[in-house]
C-alpha cells in the first residue's frame, strides 16, 4: 500500500458525459501528479499540483481540469468524454525529501468509456 | 525524440536465474534521476529502484540493481534469482532536473517479464 488513495476504482460512463477522479495523497505529501495510461500513448503526465497551485501542465487536453484543496487532496475532471479517454488514471504523490523525490502511486482509476 | 526507450516488449526468464531490462534515455540536463517501476496485471504501479545522476555506484535494493553506464545513457535493470512473482510490467522512467524540484516523470513502454517455472 502506498498510502495514496484514489476513488473511485472503476468507472463506466458514455460519451459526451463528465467525471471527477479524486486522489488523497500521502499524508504530509504537498506534491500531487496525474498520469494517464492508455493502451495507444502508454503512460503520460497530464498535470502537476503543489501545495494547492497548479506546478506543470503535460500532455492534459482542454477538456480535462484539475485542482488541488486546501486539504491537499486532489480532482480531475474530465468532460464531454469520447472513446478515446478510456485509460487508468493513477496519481502520485511526492515528498519533498526522499529517493529523488521518489512518487508513490495510487492503485488508480480505470475509466471505460460506451 | 524519445526520452526514455524500453527496446524489449516482452522477455522470458525461467525461474530462479538473472534477467536484464534494457532502458535508455536522452537529456541534456545534467542532473537527473532515473527510476524502475513494476506494474503486476492488478494494475498498481510499484517503485523497485532509483538511481541518481551524480550517484558514483550503481544502485541496489535486495534482488534489484541498476546497471547504470552514464556515457552509454543507459539504465537497465538486473534482477536476480527471478521468481514466478516478477512476471508483470516493467516501466523505466526520468525525473529531469535536481532532486527537490519535483519535476513530472517520464515513461518508457515498458518490458513485459514472463517467468517460466
Known amino acids: 500500500d502506498s498510502g495514496v488513495t484514489q476513488t473511485p476504482k472503476h468507472l463506466i460512463t458514455a460519451t459526451g458525459q463528465r467525471v471527477t477522479l479524486r486522489c488523497s495523497p500521502r499524508s504530509g505529501d504537498l506534491s500531487v501528479y496525474w498520469y494517464q495510461q492508455s493502451l495507444d500513448q502508454g503512460l503520460q503526465f497530464l498535470i502537476q499540483?503543489?501545495?494547492?497551485?497548479?506546478?506543470a501542465k503535460g500532455n492534459i487536453l482542454e477538456r480535462f481540469s484539475a485542482q488541488q484543496f486546501p486539504d491537499l487532496h486532489s480532482e480531475l475532471n474530465l468532460s464531454s468524454l469520447e472513446l478515446g479517454d478510456s485509460a487508468l488514471y493513477f496519481c502520485?504523490?511526492?515528498?519533498?525529501?526522499?529517493?529523488?523525490?521518489?512518487?508513490?502511486f495510487g492503485p488508480g482509476t480505470r475509466l471505460t468509456v460506451l | 525524440a524519445q526520452k526514455i526507450t524500453q527496446t524489449q516488449p516482452g522477455m522470458f526468464v525461467q525461474e530462479k536465474e538473472a534477467v536484464t531490462l534494457d532502458c535508455t534515455y536522452d537529456t541534456s540536463d545534467p542532473s537527473y534521476g532515473l527510476f524502475w517501476y513494476k506494474q503486476p496485471s492488478s494494475g498498481e504501479m510499484i517503485f523497485l529502484i532509483y538511481q541518481g545522476s551524480y550517484d558514483q555506484q550503481n544502485a541496489t535494493e535486495g534482488r534489484y540493481s541498476l546497471n547504470f553506464q552514464k556515457a552509454r545513457k543507459s539504465a537497465n535493470l538486473v534482477i536476480s534469482a527471478s521468481q514466478l512473482g516478477d512476471s508483470a510490467m516493467y516501466f523505466c522512467a526520468m525525473r529531469e532536473g535536481r532532486v527537490g524540484g519535483r519535476r513530472a516523470l517520464t515513461f518508457g513502454s515498458g518490458t513485459r517479464l514472463q517467468v517460466q517455472p
Open positions: 499540483y503543489y501545495n494547492g497551485e497548479e506546478r
Open positions: 502520485a504523490s511526492s515528498p519533498l525529501t526522499g529517493r529523488g523525490n521518489e512518487q508513490f
